[in-house]
C-alpha cells in the first residue's frame, strides 16, 4: 500500500554529511509526522507538522530541519549527520492534529559510517 | 509531560498459550490509548485502541483492559499464533496541548511454535 511513502528505504552515508529523507501522504489528512526508532526499537516523535505548520517540536538537534511544502509532504534535512543518528526514520499520518489514528510510512532506515 | 512505561521488555509464550503485556501511563489527562504491532522491518500498524470512557474492547483474539484509576491498561492476545510474533508498543495520547502521542518502549513477542 502505498498511503504514506518515504524515499530513500535505505540510506548510508559518512559522518559530517548532509541527507534528506522524503515523505509523501495520499490520504488527504492534515497532519504528518518524523518518528525516530532507535536501535532498541523505541519509537519517539520528533515533529508534526499540521497544514504545513510546525505544531510539536521535540528536543530535537537543530541539526535536522524539517519542511512541509504542502500538507500532502514532510520532508526531513539533516546536516552534518553523526553517528548517533542512526535509526529508522518513520513518517506518519494522521487524518487532523492529534488524530487517534496515525498512518506510518515504511520507514527510512539510516546508516551513519 | 506523559511518560509510558511498558512491560515487559521480551515475552516468549508457547503457541496457543495467551500473552499480555501491561503499560502505565503519568498523565492522568490521557484519553486514548492505542496499540501498535511492528513486524520485523515492517512498519508499526495499530491493532486495537481504547478510549478513557470504556473499561474493555475485544477484537477476535485481542483484547484491551483500561483501568482509569490505576493509570494502567493491558493488551491480551489469546491463542497465540506465530503470525503473533512482533514488537507491540502501547501509546498514550493526552488530551491537552499539542495532542501528542506517546509510545512505551516496545514488547518483543515470540511466539514458539
Known amino acids: 500500500d502505498t498511503a504514506v511513502s518515504q524515499t530513500p528505504k535505505y540510506l548510508v552515508t559518512q559522518m559530517g554529511n548532509d541527507k534528506s529523507i522524503k515523505c509523501e501522504q495520499n490520504?488527504?489528512?492534515?497532519?504528518m509526522y518524523w518518528y525516530k526508532q532507535d536501535s532498541k526499537k523505541f519509537l519517539k516523535i520528533m515533529f508534526s507538522?499540521?497544514?504545513?505548520?510546525?505544531?510539536i517540536n521535540e528536543t530535537v538537534p537543530n541539526r535536522f530541519s524539517p519542511k512541509s511544502p504542502d500538507k500532502a509532504h514532510l520532508n526531513l534535512h539533516i546536516n552534518s549527520l553523526e553517528l548517533g543518528d542512526s535509526a529508522v526514520y518513520f513518517c506518519a499520518s494522521s487524518q487532523i492534529a492529534g488524530g487517534l489514528y496515525k498512518y506510518f510510512g515504511p520507514g527510512t532506515r539510516l546508516l551513519v559510517l | 509531560g506523559e511518560n509510558v512505561e511498558q512491560h515487559p521488555s521480551t515475552l516468549s509464550v508457547q503457541e496457543g498459550d495467551s500473552a499480555v503485556i501491561k503499560c502505565t501511563y503519568s498523565d492522568s489527562a490521557s484519553n486514548y490509548f492505542p496499540w501498535y504491532k511492528q513486524e520485523l522491518g515492517k512498519r508499526p500498524q495499530l491493532i486495537i485502541d481504547?478510549?478513557?470512557?470504556?473499561g474493555e474492547k475485544k477484537d477476535q483474539r485481542i483484547a484491551v483492559t483500561l483501568n482509569k484509576t490505576a493509570k494502567h491498561f493491558s493488551l491480551h492476545i489469546t491463542e497465540t499464533q506465530p503470525e503473533d510474533s512482533a514488537v507491540y508498543f502501547c501509546?498514550?495520547?493526552?488530551?491537552?496541548?499539542?495532542?501528542?502521542?506517546?509510545f512505551g518502549t516496545g514488547t518483543r513477542l515470540t511466539i514458539i511454535p
Open positions: 490520504l488527504g489528512h492534515d497532519t
Open positions: 481504547i478510549r478513557s470512557n470504556v
Open positions: 507538522y499540521n497544514n504545513k505548520e510546525l505544531i
Open positions: 501509546a498514550a495520547r493526552s488530551n491537552f496541548g499539542n495532542e501528542k502521542l506517546t
